[in-house]
Each structure stands twice: as C-alpha cells, then as structure tokens.
C-alpha cells in the first residue's frame, strides 16, 4: 500500500502531467430564420446591423459566426448577394471570425436548391446541413402549457439528394456543420461516411429544446447523442429558448463540447431579461468558460481544431 507521503508525490506529479484544457470553440448564431423584430426588437436583421452585432460578438470572443440573412422586409431569404454583402462588411471592419453561412432556411419555406447554392458561390469555411427528411416542429402558447400545433419541415427526400449536397460542400472545401435534430439523423451521418463525401474531423450541432419532433434539451439526451459520435467529432449544441440555453452549457462544458450561444437560439441574458445584443451574450459565456478554467480559441485555433482548409478567409 502507498504511504500518505508518496500518494501526495504521485498526486501532485500527476497534476503536473495534466494538460491544460484545449481552447474551446464559441460559435455565435446571430439572428436565425424565424422570429423578428417584432418579438425582439435588437434581433439584427438588415446586413448593417448584423455586421455591427457580428463584430461585437467576434470582439466579445466568439471565434465562428453563424449567419443567416433577412430581405428588405426581415424574411428570411437565400440571396446570395445579401450573404456576400455581409461577408464583405465583416471582413473590411478586420473581421478574421471563421464564418459559418446558413443552408438552413427551411424553416422559413425556403427551397433546397436556393439555400444551397451559396456554398459553391462564396465558399464558406463553414455552411451549415441538416442530415435528415424533416421534422415536425410546434410550438406552445404564450403561457407555455398549450400546444398549438404543428407543422412539417422539409428538407431532403432521399438519401441520395443528402449525398449530392455533400458534395458539393466537399467540392467547395467548405466545412458541414452537420444539424442533427434527433437521433436518427445520427444514422445518417453514418451513411454520409460510408459513401466517403465527409471529412474528418466532423462538426455536429445537435439542435435541442425545440417543440416537436426535436430532442429535449436534457443532459442524458446530450449523453446519448454524443456517445453516437464517430471518435474525433467536434460537437455544439444549439439549446433552443432561455430554460434550456445557459442550463445546456454547463452541461456542453463538462462533456467536453464547444459552445453555441446568439440571438438565433434565445433571445434571454437570465431569467425574464431580454439580452441586449448577441455580444452581451458572448461575454456571458466567456466569463462562465473562464470561471471553468477554460479560454475561448482564437479565430486561427479554430481553424486548426477544424481542420478547415477552405475558401473567403480573412486576408
Ligand atoms: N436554427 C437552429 C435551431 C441552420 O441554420 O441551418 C439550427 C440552425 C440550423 O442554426
Ligand atoms: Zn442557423
């Protein structure tokens, strides 16, 4: 048996030994495809105000920039002109921020081939893919005790159409962040791998917390999902609404995860508190990051945990 003495010598060799943890990612998911102003009057919706909301969240921390755009009226839209408009006013205000464009607007009605079309067009480090059919999300009442109803999100109808759409990301150099809603999109990702059109390492963002056919933002679910990971994958998880946004953190934290935080997935900075701007939120995650013992990674540490090798870099 080990005396005290020498129990403490080992212990204390092997803190020695410890690393320190690695950097962690934080995505900032500015402004989404579905609500508006008018629930949220400080959601940036035009490209000047997501350009300035943008650079404060990138100032703030937040190493990737998840973006989605509005036309004229605040609708979502897949115009790649607004895309590269807002690209172009991140990066001429010194933006080096990896920037993850939004494929995702099928929540807004928006169709296949036009939310995919800015990947071969501006060829984004990162473009975000949801690896499944569709689900069918909903939603409860204002007091939260009533289901409203809900309706059926299209998004791929075959596998096949799912594997011509990798690859076009893997033609482009351009990152997926694969969008998993539920389990079985797991399996899909799995079928992607063994036709060979995804790179590792893989990026996952397991979206959770929305009513409906979503995953319920629950640390065992978060378990399970994780445990359904190829080894490697670098993962995110979006905790949709202000119960489950900064809870889910915690918790991404103690698995190891990167972070997402933005106005795309709660609009809350604590319990009953509207947040000011996607980079008041930022700064709440840094802080609870650096009370854990951890540092945000640097656009350039991101760049290298990804292994991201593709295009409209800063210059
Ligand atoms: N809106 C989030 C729940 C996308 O843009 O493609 C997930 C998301 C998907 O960010
Ligand atoms: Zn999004």
Redesign the pocket.
């Given at each position: 048996m080990l005396s005290w003495k020498s129990a403490q010598l080992n212990h204390r060799h092997s803190q020695r030994r410890n690393k320190p943890m690695k950097p962690t990612i934080i995505t900032c998911?500015l402004t989404?495809?579905?609500q508006g102003k008018q629930a949220y009057p400080a959601l940036p919706e035009q490209p000047d105000e997501i350009i300035s909301q943008g650079l404060e969240a990138w100032r703030a921390g937040a190493a990737i920039l998840?973006l989605?755009a509005r036309d004229k009226n605040g609708k979502a839209s897949s115009d790649v002109e607004i895309f590269h408009q807002i690209v172009d006013g991140l990066r001429s205000a010194g933006c080096d921020a990896v920037l993850n464009l939004?494929?995702?607007g099928a929540?807004a009605g928006l169709p296949l081939e036009e939310r995919i079309l800015l990947v071969p067009e501006l060829k984004p480090e990162i473009a975000?893919?949801?690896v499944g059919g569709g689900s069918m999300l909903g939603r409860y009442d204002h007091d939260g005790d009533t289901w409203v109803g809900d309706r059926f999100v299209p998004l791929f109808s075959s596998h096949r159409e799912m594997e011509q759409v990798a690859r076009i990301f893997s033609d482009n150099a351009t990152k997926p962040e694969l969008?998993v809603y539920h389990s079985g999109m797991l399996n899909n990702i799995a079928a992607l791998m063994d036709v060979g059109v995804l790179e590792e390492p893989l990026l996952v963002?397991f979206?959770m917390g929305?009513p409906g056919e979503c995953t319920k933002a629950t640390v065992k679910n978060l378990q399970f999902l994780t445990e359904g990971l190829p080894p490697g994958a670098e993962w995110l998880v979006?905790a949709?609404g202000a119960a489950n946004h900064f809870r889910m953190l915690g918790a991404v934290l103690a698995m190891g995860g990167q972070i997402r935080v933005g106005l795309?997935?709660n609009v809350y900075i604590r319990r009953g508190e509207l947040a000011a701007s996607n980079g008041q939120i930022v700064e709440k995650a840094v802080r609870i990051l650096r009370e854990l013992g951890g540092e945000p990674a640097t656009p350039e540490e991101t760049r290298h945990i990804l292994k991201l090798s593709g295009g409209n870099k800063h210059e």
């Open positions: 998911a989404g495809a579905q998840h989605h939004s494929t995702g929540v975000s893919f949801s969008e963002n979206v929305i979006s949709i795309e997935d």
